[in-house]
């Protein structure tokens, strides 16, 4: 299984698949609120119909019979890994599980993840923005934890807190990073950023990539040198 999700952030559904036209093996792919809104959850069977994997980032939060009916919808698309705002609450997760067994295609449902906080939120917006005290990473792990008490499979995560999730949570536990980029890539609008290198050593089990690879001159070849990387 490839370790690189490639983030589809387009606007059409033609460029979806002029994209993804350029990989002769399936891949996995993050389709995101971009993307969705553009073309509605129609995108999620294109993609499918193309043979590749789907993680569909709609990070939902809202109160838990909400969560559980949207998931259970989310589940019957067939996609593979769906995710929730940790900021909801145990309760919240619980039910966001609970929907997506009750819509599991086959028996089986999508993995769950919990988003800890978005690779574009730094320290200074968490503690006077957001009013939550202390450290980044402290507040990660303490999301990480109710996650895992909750049932989910893993968390979105930034590469730097990869390692302490694991510490806290097992290996077994996924930590899916967003915020790579290739050495000479522009951070854009990312605080918390790190090579797929990087992304290796602290352990993660799969790694967002979105311009990195879209806007390159060669996705393929930069898909490619990514995944060896990662492996």
Do not use: W
Not at 70 to 76: I, P, R
Not at 135 to 153: F, M, Q, R, W
Not at 158 to 164: D, L, N, R, T
Request: hydrophobic content about 40%; aromatic content about 4%; charged content about 25%.
């Amino acid at each position: 299984m490839s370790k690189t999700i490639v983030a589809l952030d387009f606007s059409s559904k033609e460029q979806v698949i002029d994209f993804l036209n350029q990989f002769e093996e399936p891949i996995y792919v993050k389709i995101g609120m971009e993307l969705t809104y553009a073309c509605g959850l129609d995108i999620v069977k294109t993609v499918k119909e193309m043979g590749h994997h789907i993680f569909l980032d709609l990070k939902l939060h809202d109160i838990p019979n909400t969560v559980k009916g949207g998931m259970k919808n989310l589940a019957k698309l067939g996609v593979d890994i769906v995710n929730v705002h940790c900021a909801g609450g145990i309760a919240m997760m619980k039910a966001a599980i609970d929907g997506l067994n009750e819509g599991a295609v086959d028996g089986k449902r999508p993995l769950c993840i919990g988003v800890t906080q978005l690779t574009s939120t730094s320290k200074e917006a968490m503690n006077e923005e957001l009013g939550i005290p202390g450290d980044v990473i402290e507040c990660v792990k303490h999301y990480a934890k109710n996650a895992k008490e909750a049932g989910l499979d893993g968390v979105v995560c930034s590469v730097h807190e990869a390692k302490a999730i694991h510490e806290v949570c097992g290996n077994d536990f996924l930590t899916v990073t967003p915020g790579i980029r290739l050495a000479d890539d522009s951070k854009d609008d990312q605080k918390r950023v790190a090579t797929p290198d990087y992304a290796k050593e602290q352990g993660c089990d799969y790694i967002v990539v979105g311009r990195s690879i879209t806007k390159s001159q060669d996705p393929v070849s930069t898909y490619n040198e990514i995944e060896s990387m990662m492996k």
